[in-house]
């Protein structure tokens, strides 16, 4: 009975060009694997940057001013409405697109955003609250004044900024089709914020006054006069997960006061603890007092 002689290791013929294949694929892995490129080292470098532990500032006088590293929490409300499908406190993260975070080791512009059940500070949910016209690191920033906010995204060299524009047929939000916000690298006016006063009778009263740190505040785009809000009850398919939607959107009660989904503190940094936050400190005095109350009832 014939033998087949033949074989990949004879090198003549198909199989002399499926072994020069095969080694040719191994010296392309091997390359890419050396310089950090390939796909599974791409998608952890991207996720342990965006994940990566930061220290927000810590304020003394109670204040937020420039230069400040905070977190933007859309805080929870008890009296919300019924459907959402994230309660609690969430903070603003960047977002990045999930095929592009696949393809790509570094951030891609324009990048999304959404908010999510964060609590500690990371690379994703930490901005630095940035002067528009010139350097006023240090000062404290104040109600009706122009600001910018950046965030890094953990990387040591890379600087996007809070960004809206007005809606169009192109571009808009992904699920409820209202004005996006997103990240850009471009310095422009659509990069610029104001904080204002949540009580609309006492707004005009506090122009020009310092803005609280870890209060209630509303974050108002200059551009297209809009405000940031969270969609709790619209969930976004993330590179993380389900997370809840962001736009640019002023919602009003019946009378005529912004409803809970434009409320947003800037928390700032626990001067008891590097690694958590004020919002934490405030929840865990809450904690204590209604225990302790507890505990000298009738």
Same mark, same amino acid.
């Given at each position: 009975m014939a033998q087949n002689l033949y074989g990949p290791g004879v090198r003549i013929g198909n199989w002399n060009e499926d072994v020069y294949l095969e080694e040719e694929l191994m010296k392309d892995f091997l390359e890419k694997r050396d310089k950090g490129k390939l796909l599974i080292q791409r998608r952890r470098s991207l996720k342990q940057n965006l994940l990566r532990p930061m220290q927000l500032s810590m304020t003394e006088d109670g204040y937020i001013h420039y230069g400040d590293k905070v977190m933007l929490v859309n805080p929870d409300d008890p009296d919300t409405e019924a459907d959402v499908f994230l309660g609690g406190d969430l903070s603003l993260c960047m977002t990045p697109d999930e095929i592009q975070s696949h393809l790509r080791d570094e951030l891609e512009v324009p990048c999304g955003l959404s908010a999510v059940q964060a609590k500690t500070p990371i690379g994703r949910n930490t901005f630095i609250i940035l002067s528009v016209h010139r350097d006023a690191t240090g000062q404290v920033l104040r109600y009706g004044q122009d600001f910018c906010l950046g965030i890094t995204g953990g990387f040591d060299n890379k600087m996007l900024y809070l960004s809206s524009d007005h809606r169009t047929l192109l571009k808009s939000s992904k699920r409820s089709w209202l004005q996006e916000v997103y990240l850009t690298d471009e310095v422009s006016h659509m990069n610029?914020?104001?904080?204002?006063? +949540?009580? +609309?009778?006492?707004?005009?009263?506090?122009?020009?006054? +310092? *803005?609280?740190? &870890?209060? !209630?505040?509303?974050? &108002?785009?200059?551009?297209? &006069?809009? %405000?940031?809000?969270?969609?709790?009850?619209?969930?976004?398919?993330?590179?993380? %997960? !389900?997370?809840?939607? *962001? *736009?640019?959107?002023?919602?009003?009660?019946?009378?005529? *006061?912004? !409803? +809970?989904?434009?409320h947003w503190m800037l928390v700032t940094g626990n001067p008891r603890d590097a690694s958590s936050t004020m919002l934490d400190l405030a929840q865990t005095a809450r904690r204590g007092h209604s225990s302790h109350g507890a505990g000298h009832g009738p």
């Open positions: 610029c914020w104001q904080a204002a006063f +949540p009580d +609309p009778q006492l707004r005009l009263e506090y122009e020009g006054f +310092p *803005v609280l740190a &870890n209060a !209630k505040i509303l974050i &108002n785009h200059c551009h297209t &006069n809009r %405000g940031l809000a969270a969609h709790r009850h619209l969930f976004l398919s993330t590179y993380f %997960g !389900k997370e809840a939607e *962001v *736009v640019a959107h002023t919602y009003l009660d019946s009378h005529r *006061v912004e !409803k +809970p989904r434009n």
